[in-house]
């Protein structure tokens, strides 16, 4: 049995969650709010990071990448064609190069600074770092987000998919992350028709269906973020 502690805002727990429908399986979740430091929770990750992935009574998988790791080394190595991870190691090298983009450099860039200001401190108390937005730091995000789109709309035109002719991890951490921005009305995709062309492929693929259907409590999501074709 598969538990997931997750938060629906975190780009690396929707990638692990795409991942994880894309092989089938079907978790148990938990979704956490790691401001919190949840006892239970630190006491599974003191980092206090998601996500985290347990397996029956086996240890902590920490992280989405090295539970993207874990899972093609359990899963995905069976899956011969419906593989996310590339056979030869340079195209690996390159799925593993987009992934990091996606979770690490965009993260960093734009993601984490948009949920927290318009999410995250809508639900933390004053002492955990809650409070009104910081408008500066949500303007540096969206100049940031502009240039992220055009890379993603360069790469959807160079290549079938985001890493080469198949899907693999870089399109679900590229898509799981964009999804967030989505979700909070971020993304004029009219200004990147091909990003747009290849995110609709992706959000019509079924374990994308979960995250579509889910809803951040208090906040709605923009009017076309369920829309498989918008």
Request: aromatic share 10%; charged share 30%.
């Amino acid at each position: 049995m598969l538990r997931l502690h997750h938060h629906p805002m975190s780009a690396a727990s929707r990638f692990v969650r795409l991942v994880l429908g894309e092989y089938g399986e079907r978790p148990d979740f938990q979704e956490e709010r790691p401001w919190e430091r949840r006892r239970e929770f630190i006491a599974l990750n003191p980092a206090a990071t998601l996500p985290v992935l347990i397996e029956d009574s086996g240890p902590p998988v920490v992280g989405g990448t090295v539970i993207a790791e874990y899972l093609d080394e359990t899963r995905g190595v069976f899956q011969r064609d419906k593989r996310l991870l590339a056979e030869k190691p340079a195209e690996r090298a390159e799925v593993r190069r987009l992934v990091e983009w996606f979770l690490v450099k965009l993260e960093n860039e734009v993601t984490r600074y948009l949920v927290r200001e318009r999410v995250f401190k809508q639900e933390m108390r004053a002492e955990e770092g809650g409070g009104p937005p910081d408008a500066s730091a949500i303007r540096a995000a969206r100049a940031n987000l502009k240039h992220h789109m055009r890379y993603v709309g360069w790469l959807a035109e160079s290549r079938n998919w985001l890493s080469g002719d198949r899907l693999s991890y870089a399109d679900l951490a590229a898509a799981g992350a964009l999804s967030i921005l989505d979700y909070l009305g971020e993304i004029a995709w009219d200004q990147e028709p091909l990003a747009k062309e290849w995110y609709l492929r992706v959000k019509s693929r079924p374990s994308f269906r979960p995250l579509l259907a889910e809803r951040v409590r208090g906040l709605a999501p923009v009017s076309h973020y369920a829309d498989l074709d918008f």
